[in-house]
């Protein structure tokens, strides 16, 4: 318990210091720190979401799947939402 607590504070001490980065420092920042989650996950994702991607594709083009229009999308999520 006492090092998650520990974790915690360095954590928020860490997200203070970098608050007060220029901006563009910040940026960059937040880019390395988002890379690194992908690192962490599966090496085959990749591979598998290409996979989906082509499936899917091949199923558009032959008929199997429509496609909707972005604006129909987006209302959905809106009406969704609230």
């Not at 001490?13 to 690192?39: C, F, G, M, N, T």
């Not at 199997?64 to 009406?79: L, N, T, W, Y």
């Amino acid at each position: 318990m006492t090092r998650v607590l520990v974790l915690a504070s360095k954590s928020e001490e860490i997200k203070k210091e970098a608050l007060q980065l220029p901006v563009h420092e910040r940026a960059s920042l937040a880019v390395s720190l988002i890379r690194s989650l992908d690192e962490e996950g599966d090496p085959d994702t990749e591979a598998k979401w290409m996979e989906e991607a082509e499936r899917r594709y091949r199923e558009y083009q032959e008929g199997k799947a429509r496609g909707i229009p972005a604006d129909e999308v987006f209302q959905r999520i809106k009406s969704k939402l609230g």
